[in-house]
């Protein structure tokens, strides 16, 4: 069984910065596509970036250039910093990976960004 914890949200004013973390288990990591999506209250939750096992990333244009995802394959845990946050940035952030053609996701972490 696939499991993934988040950590690292938390309450932050516009133009800081955050970690979360992921930590995976019950999938063979490092050769796992990892990914962070976002869900605002009342809107759809939607990707904001993916890392696969050989490294290569890809993000949303609403982040580019302010987050960066990262793994740790001794450790089976993804990140992702999160500088120069906005408001618009608030969310439930959730981990994802995929196995055997089933997504599986983490609990989330709320991710709050004052003005």
């Known amino acids: 069984q696939v499991q993934l914890v988040e950590s690292g949200g938390g309450l932050v004013q516009a133009g800081g910065s955050l970690r979360l973390s992921c930590a995976a288990s019950?999938?063979?990591?490092?050769?796992?596509?990892m990914g962070w999506y976002r869900q605002a209250p009342g809107k759809q939750r939607e990707l904001v970036s993916t890392?696969?096992?050989?490294?290569?990333?890809n993000y949303a244009d609403s982040v580019k250039g302010r987050f960066t995802i990262s793994r740790d394959n001794a450790k089976n845990t993804v990140y992702l910093q999160m500088n120069s946050l906005k408001p618009e940035d608030t969310a439930v952030y959730y981990c994802?990976?995929?196995?055997?053609?089933?997504?599986?996701w983490g609990q989330g972490t709320q991710v709050t960004v004052s003005s």
């Open positions: 019950g999938t063979i990591f490092r050769l796992s596509a």
């Open positions: 994802s990976t995929m196995k055997w053609g089933t997504r599986y």
């Open positions: 890392i696969t096992g050989d490294g290569t990333t």
